[in-house]
């Protein structure tokens, strides 16, 4: 059985709108598949660890993350030599010092702290994934007009691997329905 770990991006949770998608689309067409969208903590170390440990305890087989959610899925693909399906990803050197201080999760209103600490954190796993080793391990969807990251940036990082590019579009992934089928091939979800 295919277990796939669905990674949101910073500040949102398990309830996304490409979350909510990607588990309605996964229990209808993937019989053969499980889906875990475990709603992050907000402490970027503690995300960290939360990630580690569903794996570990769940024996996941492919990731699909979404922002910081594709990070973390990079990371940790490149870690355990697993699929990835990135939806507009945070690549390295990722800079998320405009969030130092107080933040709030859009999903949950609740209120939390970025600090110096954790952006040593980010950085140390920045280096452990400068360059990715397995690039036919991912596919990667960007828009090209993503207000928050730049998308060629991430088309040179993943270079060689399945990249679809969409012009147009924002950081949310318009119509990211479009692009469920293809997913699901990616990860022989068929």
């Known amino acids: 059985m295919t277990k796939i770990l ?3 991006g910073f500040a949102s949770s398990a309830d996304s709108t490409k979350a909510d998608l990607t588990r ?19 402490d970027i170390e503690e995300a960290f660890h939360q990630i580690e440990n569903i794996i570990s305890e769940e024996s996941i087989t492919a990731f699909i993350g979404s922002s910081l959610g594709g990070f973390y ?3 940790f693909t490149e870690k355990y030599d697993l699929r990835c399906v990135n939806i507009n990803p945070a690549i390295p050197p990722l800079n998320m010092s405009q969030y130092l201080g107080e933040n709030t999760n859009y999903s949950t209103g609740m209120k939390f702290v970025i600090n110096k600490k954790h952006l040593k954190f980010l950085d140390k796993m920045c280096k452990e994934i400068e360059n990715v080793s397995k690039p036919k391990n991912f596919m990667t969807l960007v828009q090209s007009s993503d207000e928050v990251l ?7 990082y993943f270079a ?17 329905d479009l ?12």
Do not use: V
Request: aromatic share 14%.
């Open 73 to 75: 899925g990079t990371y």
């Open 6 to 8: 669905y990674l949101h």
């Open 160 to 176: 060689g691997s399945q990249i679809e590019l969409i012009f147009g579009g924002s950081h949310s992934f318009e119509n990211f």
């Open 179 to 190: 692009s469920l089928k293809k997913i699901a091939n990616f990860l022989n979800l068929n």
């Open 150 to 156: 730049d998308y060629k940036r991430t088309m040179k």
């Open 24 to 42: 309605s689309f996964i229990k209808k067409n993937a019989k053969k598949a499980k889906i875990l969208i475990p709603d992050l903590d907000n």
